[in-house]
């Protein structure tokens, strides 16, 4: 599977098919037992554990079926958290997590807490935070999975529209009737 930079791709497939353990060996959280990962022509599982971290850190976004969001923190302050690992100062992990929001139709938003917002505007701020620093890639893991078909529709219509400002986004999904949103879909 070749992904080109500002692309996005829907695999699909049965449960069990191995949707996720792709998407896990993408990311760099599984190690393959054969085959390369390639990220800019690079073996990523040549580089020691700490490059791996750092690969994740900064050249990948996730986006998880369950959201995890933190509940005792505002849609602006779960966004904050990926930049803040890479240690940016406050001041600017709030300024590209405020632009993330916005960028995902959450600017007026910011102030609540996950349990205040339904379910297309928790995976809505998800995808703001995988989107925070500016990641070459977002891997998302059946992000529609918990939502409704009109909000699981919105989802995939929001990750087109990023892809076409230039995001790399694969999805992976058994549900075949969204992918209609992406441009390429692989089908294992």
Known sequence: LTVQ???????????????????????????????????????????????????????????????NLLGEMSALENAMLPALLQR?????????????????GLGDRMDHRPGALSGGEQQRVAIARALVTSPAIILADEPTGNLDSKTGAEIMSLFDELSRRGHTIIVVTHE?????HTRRIVRL
Do not use: M, N, W
């Open 5 to 67: 930079p500002g692309e996005c791709v829907a695999v699909i497939g049965a449960s069990g098919v191995g949707k996720s353990t792709l998407l896990h060996l993408l990311g760099t959280l599984d190690r393959p037992t054969g085959g390369r990962v390639l990220f800019a022509g690079e073996d990523v599982f040549a580089r020691t554990e700490a490059g791996l971290a750092r690969l994740r850190r900064e050249e990948i976004g996730f986006v998880f079926q369950f959201y």
């Open 176 to 180: 075949e009737d969204i992918v209609r």
């Open 88 to 104: 940016l100062s406050v001041s600017e992990a709030r300024a590209r997590a405020t632009a993330a929001l916005a960028e995902v």
